[in-house]
């Protein structure tokens, strides 16, 4: 049996944070704002896991209202809602996402991602996809003001 989830989210960027998508730091001027570490290609992953299972969503699994999320590095979520799918009696068969960001460019940092991901989820890089978009200065991720992603996972019965 397979199931299949969807996930997006969006953060906006602001000054005197990091910016780390992916699980790694990328260089720019402006971080993205949350309670957590905001990386927005983790949690919208995180979400569509969360979403192939039926389970509530990642706002409700790690509320921003509780302090022991504050500033958690993402990948600790994602090791435990990856762990939620093992026990769920699921394996991960493939991930499709897209970084939508005006600035900065994301192409010279997905392999980094993917080894980063791809080591947390037990996943061969061939079954994990991460692509680089923008808004072409249209909206607010466009006019540089946020990031989004959005993310499909597939899940297989084992």
Do not use: W
């Not at 602001?14 to 699980?23: A, E, H, K, M, N």
């Not at 460019?105 to 680089?132: F, G, N, R, T, W």
Request: proline share 4%; net charge neutral; charged share 25%.
């Amino acid at each position: 049996m397979y199931r299949i989830g969807i996930g997006y989210d969006i953060h906006k960027l602001t000054q005197g944070r990091d910016l780390i998508i992916g699980g790694i730091k990328i260089t720019h001027e402006k971080g993205l704002l949350g309670h957590s570490d905001a990386d927005v290609l983790i949690h919208a992953i995180i979400d569509a896991m969360l979403g192939a299972l039926a389970l509530d969503d990642i706002g409700t699994l790690f509320p921003d209202t509780d302090p022991k999320y504050k500033d958690i590095d993402s990948t600790i979520l994602l090791k435990h809602v990856y762990e939620l799918v093992k026990t769920k009696g699921y394996k991960i068969v493939n991930i499709d996402s897209n970084i939508i960001a005006q600035a900065p460019k994301m192409m010279p940092y997905i392999p980094k991602m993917k080894d980063v991901l791809c080591k947390i989820l037990q996943l061969p890089h061939e079954d994990l996809s991460i692509k680089a978009k923008t808004k072409e200065q249209l909206d607010a991720v466009g006019q540089k003001l946020a990031i989004e992603v959005n993310a499909v996972v597939l899940l297989e019965k084992i």
